[in-house]
């Protein structure tokens, strides 16, 4: 599936309306991929529940991939027509690596990655899959409560399964919600209002993407043994995947949460690998001269034909800049610079051999020919026209600004003379996502519009100059400069917003004291009309009585 899909805009889903369950007719084939290791008897439980599945057997394939058990796992009496068990491939070991085994012996055109500790409810696998067939770009989880771990047989979870009634097999008070999961997209409308961040919650154990997604996302990191699923997520997002909780996907998850239980641990673990992995965390990137495995911003410079002094100027202001963690992409006919005898003052390739001599010992500066045509897994491209110069904050600046409403793609003009000249920052997510909707004869940035926004702006405002009016770059001075000016705004930030929590709390008073007046004020008036009411009552009373009391005045006074 290609153009003619829903276009989601950032990432609410609300535009697709997924078939009920049992009234629609599957036709994709999804193969569940179970990562295993010392857990048999819970594997065993596993397979039977998918085999009592809703979703059509023969669309439906099983991997279980032992991750190296001694002795090695061993299929239990009930399990799915289609099931296999693989070894893990050698050379590696833990979740993502037999994850990965798994994915590349699969078959299906739908990955549905599934814990060995778990038992699926019966519409389980449909429920998730429903989704599939109206995107190619989803990526679906499911909902799990974390029960005692008190098995139950591989028959009475067969049974219950097929049967309809997974949720009786444990007393539901004494299962345990997943706390952050749902607490996450309880904030967010089910995940609807996250336009960037909902890979936050990808969580592998139970999950579903198209394979084709996955490949171009480049599979599981092979080299974590945790924080894969967020790292996946990450990666996910930046191809324009589309996250959707399914509650209707509901599962027991056999045991306690271990994450919940050791969180400070994992948090310990994780947040050093995920950091060099994932730019969005910006909070885990606070060293101000540090470089990364994956760039925040990646600016690709197209230098065929530029004289060595305009691309000196390009290459050096934006790393002299902030943020640090950039790259740049220089795009030329590198392979034309053979070794061959050459006149080195009159070689007509002079310029791009001295381009190439300035910068191929640096870690930040890439060459190639061709660009791809999108720079993920960073977070944003900046198409920048060699000959212009960023002022040392100008991507600072221009990210942030992109973010203050999720723009895809912010068109920056650099000279309106003649022909016009404009850099462009480029959200990866929103490119990625655009590519995989745009039709045949569409505009890209028609898509992109659509489901992030495009935006123009101009240069001399962001601090973009011409070469020969840039003044060199001062690395030291400049980042003492610039670091100085960082701090004083966060300074400030600190103090706005210790300042807005005050005024939050103070406004909170007042509206708690405005409430107890109109309270006051309701009742008063509620007293205030039973007293008239009662007066009116009262001069009914003596205007009943009146020829009485006249009559009683007369008896009484001579």
Request: glycine content about 6%.
């Amino acid at each position: 599936m290609k153009a003619g899909q829903p276009r989601v805009r950032f990432n609410d889903y609300g535009i697709i309306t997924p078939p009920a369950l049992g009234r629609w007719r599957p036709s994709r084939t999804v193969s569940v991929v179970i990562p295993a290791w010392r857990c048999q008897e819970k594997l065993d439980l596993t397979l039977a529940a998918l085999a009592g599945q809703s979703y059509p057997a023969e669309l439906m394939e099983v991997v279980v991939v032992d991750d190296g058990n001694t002795p090695p796992l061993r299929l239990p009496e009930i399990v799915p027509a289609r099931t296999r068990l693989i070894q893990s491939r050698p050379g590696g070991w833990g979740r993502a690596w037999a994850c990965q085994s798994g994915a590349d012996a699969a078959d299906g055109e739908i990955v549905h990655w599934l814990d060995a500790d778990m038992i699926p409810f019966r519409e389980h696998v449909e429920a998730q899959l429903r989704w599939h067939h109206l995107a190619d770009y989803l990526v679906v989880m499911g909902a799990l409560r974390f029960a005692p771990e008190r098995l139950p047989t591989a028959q009475e979870v067969h049974a219950a399964v097929s049967g309809g009634y997974a949720d009786k097999l444990f007393e539901w008070d004494l299962t345990q919600r997943n706390d952050w999961f749902e607490d996450f997209i309880e904030r967010t409308d089910g995940l609807r209002d996250c336009p960037v961040d909902a890979y936050n919650v990808h969580v592998g154990a139970t999950a579903t993407v198209s394979a084709e997604l996955l490949r171009a996302a480049g599979g599981m990191d092979t080299s974590l043994v945790l924080g894969e699923d967020t790292d996946l997520g990450w990666r996910l997002s930046q191809q324009g995947a589309v996250f959707i909780p399914d509650a209707a996907a509901r599962s027991w998850h056999l045991g306690p949460d271990t994450v919940a239980r050791r969180e400070k641990e994992v948090k310990r673990y994780n947040w050093p690998h995920l950091a060099e992995r994932i730019p969005e965390l910006r909070w885990l990137r606070t060293h101000p001269r540090r470089t990364r495995l994956v760039p925040y911003v990646d600016v690709v410079v197209d230098v065929a034909g530029l004289p060595f002094e305009d691309v000196r100027a390009t290459v050096d202001g934006v790393l002299a800049g902030v943020p640090h963690d950039v790259t740049v992409t220089l795009v030329g006919p590198w392979r034309e610079l053979t070794p061959d005898r050459r006149s080195p003052l009159d070689d007509p390739l002079l310029d791009l051999r001295l381009a190439r001599a300035s910068y191929e010992n640096e870690s930040r500066v890439r060459f190639t020919e061709v660009a791809a045509e999108v720079s993920a897994p960073a977070m944003f491209r900046l198409r920048l026209p060699g000959g212009w110069v960023p002022a040392p904050d100008t991507l600072q600046r221009l990210t942030a600004h992109a973010d203050t409403d999720f723009a895809g793609v912010l068109n920056v003009v650099l000279s309106g003379h003649a022909d016009l000249v404009f850099a462009r920052l480029e959200r990866t997510a929103a490119i990625s996502r655009g590519l995989r909707l745009v039709g045949r004869d569409e505009d890209l940035d028609d898509v992109v519009h659509a489901t992030f926004g495009v935006r123009w702006t101009d240069g001399a405002m962001w601090g973009f100059v011409p070469a020969a009016e840039a003044a060199p770059p001062r690395a030291n001075a400049d980042a003492a400069k610039w670091e100085r000016e960082a701090a004083k705004w966060r300074a400030e930030a600190v103090k706005w917003k210790a300042t807005a929590a005050a005024q939050k709390q103070e406004s909170a008073k007042w509206k708690a004291e405005s409430n107890e007046w109109r309270r006051s004020a309701v009742q008063f008036r509620r007293e205030l009309g039973r007293l008239r009411l009662r007066e009116r009552r009262w001069r009914r009373a003596m205007l009943a009585r009146a020829p009485f009391l006249r009559a009683v005045k007369r008896a009484l006074l001579p």
